[in-house]
């Protein structure tokens, strides 16, 4: 039966694919029909196949989406034209959302997609090491800054599906007894404030990313639907298994690995964002990883993958987004005859 919806949603996405395809190079102010308005019942039941693909046993797979565009000038501003098989969209500017992106929101959940947001602990330190910077030490208290900056970002989950958090923090295993309650003093205020969110919104998803392994208290990883994994650093498959090892201490859950890989560059002479090797993308090589993986095995599950950057696979590739097809293509193959 899994095949078979999966077979039917794949015939219709090839359809649907190839009438939307053709507006990618048409003057915004010609109006074409939709596949939803040129076949609303076959549309209707393409949708009711991908939301129930998506509620089935397969490799998930999250994007971050670049929405600091707030007057849509092309079909690349607008996360309805990522391909329909991500299953979480995570926007990089949650704040003040337009009405194109309320309704572009609602056209996801339609899809069975969840729209996200990530909080980046690490970011909000950067911001307040740079405040610290331009007001000559007088700055606020790095803990109270943090509080208020948790308090404000998370108050954002009211127009989300859930929230991203991105702790990498520091390894603790070589602090001294005071660097160490500090540490777990600032930690204990990022984790007690996400915990009373989700005990507070136990009906959104929440998702943990960075460096698990630098947790001194890793309950919180407990409530998390995946663990994303950064692999910025990583050059070939022998790395990556080492990084996911490394991350997998002591508390901290197997069964639902994320690796987060980036697309290539918007500037096509940057041959070191979203590479290997400078023909190597690291996207497919990713996704191949993970879509070989036994539990059994390796003692964890690679559960799917992570896409930085995705809209830059939109513009690289002629608004096809290519590289991302194929990657999910790897991990949820279409079944064959």
Same mark, same amino acid.
């Given at each position: 039966?899994?095949?078979?919806?999966?077979?039917?949603?794949?015939?219709?996405?090839?359809?649907?694919?190839?009438?939307?395809?053709?507006?990618?190079?048409?003057?915004?102010?010609?109006?074409?029909?939709?596949? @939803?308005?040129?076949?609303? /019942?076959?549309?209707?039941?393409?949708?009711?196949?991908?939301?129930?693909?998506?509620? !089935?046993? %397969?490799?998930?797979?999250?994007?971050?989406?670049?929405?600091?565009?707030?007057?849509?000038?092309?079909?690349? %501003? %607008?996360?309805?034209?990522?391909?329909?098989?991500?299953?979480?969209?995570?926007?990089?500017?949650? /704040?003040?959302?337009?009405?194109?992106?309320?309704?572009?929101?609602?056209?996801? %959940?339609?899809?069975?997609?969840?729209?996200?947001?990530?909080?980046?602990?690490?970011?909000?330190?950067?911001?307040?090491?740079?405040?610290?910077?331009?007001?000559?030490? /007088?700055?606020?208290?790095?803990?109270?800054? $943090?509080?208020?900056?948790?308090?404000?970002? $998370?108050?954002?989950?009211?127009?989300?599906?859930?929230?991203?958090?991105?702790?990498?923090? @520091?390894?603790?295993?070589?602090?001294?007894?005071?660097?160490?309650?500090?540490?777990?003093?600032? &930690?204990?205020?990022?984790?007690?404030?996400?915990?009373?969110?989700?005990?507070?919104?136990?009906?959104?998803?929440?998702?943990?990313?960075?460096?698990? &392994?630098?947790?001194?208290?890793?309950?919180?990883?407990?409530?998390?639907?995946?663990?994303?994994?950064?692999?910025?650093?990583?050059?070939?498959?022998?790395? $990556?298994?080492?990084?996911?090892?490394?991350?997998?201490?002591?508390?901290?859950?197997?069964?639902?690995?994320?690796?987060?890989?980036?697309?290539?560059?918007?500037?096509?002479?940057?041959?070191?964002?979203?590479?290997?090797?400078?023909?190597?993308?690291?996207?497919?090589?990713?996704?191949?990883?993970?879509?070989?993986?036994?539990? /059994?095995?390796?003692?964890?599950?690679?559960?799917?993958?992570?896409?930085?950057?995705?809209?830059?696979?939109?513009? !690289?590739?002629?608004?096809?987004?290519?590289?991302?097809?194929?990657?999910?293509?790897?991990?949820?193959?279409?079944?064959?005859?």
């Amino acid at each position: 039966m899994k095949n078979i919806i999966k077979s039917a949603l794949g015939v219709f996405l090839m359809g649907s694919l190839t009438m939307v395809s053709c507006t990618d190079v048409e003057s915004l102010d010609i109006n074409r029909p939709t596949a @939803q308005e040129q076949n609303p /019942e076959a549309y209707a039941n393409y949708l009711q196949n991908l939301r129930n693909y998506k509620n !089935a046993e %397969h490799k998930i797979v999250y994007a971050w989406f670049d929405n600091s565009t707030k007057v849509p000038a092309s079909p690349a %501003h %607008h996360m309805t034209n990522i391909p329909d098989s991500v299953d979480i969209v995570s926007l990089m500017y949650p /704040e003040a959302l337009a009405d194109f992106e309320k309704s572009d929101i609602e056209t996801m %959940h339609n899809k069975g997609s969840k729209v996200v947001y990530t909080i980046s602990y690490d970011d909000i330190k950067t911001a307040w090491e740079d405040q610290q910077a331009n007001s000559d030490g /007088e700055g606020t208290e790095f803990n109270t800054y $943090l509080q208020a900056e948790l308090d404000k970002q $998370l108050a954002y989950s009211t127009s989300f599906d859930g929230v991203i958090v991105e702790f990498i923090g @520091q390894d603790p295993t070589f602090m001294n007894t005071d660097e160490k309650e500090a540490y777990a003093t600032t &930690q204990n205020i990022v984790l007690n404030a996400v915990k009373s969110w989700k005990s507070a919104n136990e009906n959104k998803m929440l998702t943990w990313q960075g460096k698990p &392994q630098n947790l001194i208290d890793k309950t919180i990883l407990n409530d998390c639907s995946h663990i994303i994994l950064d692999i910025d650093k990583v050059t070939d498959t022998n790395q $990556l298994l080492l990084t996911v090892k490394s991350a997998l201490a002591d508390g901290v859950p197997t069964d639902n690995i994320v690796i987060a890989v980036s697309t290539t560059g918007a500037d096509t002479s940057d041959k070191k964002t979203g590479y290997w090797d400078t023909d190597v993308r690291a996207l497919g090589e990713v996704a191949h990883w993970v879509a070989a993986g036994y539990p /059994e095995a390796d003692g964890f599950t690679r559960a799917g993958i992570a896409i930085y950057n995705v809209q830059n696979d939109y513009y !690289a590739t002629g608004g096809t987004y290519t590289y991302v097809k194929e990657a999910i293509n790897i991990l949820n193959p279409a079944p064959t005859k």
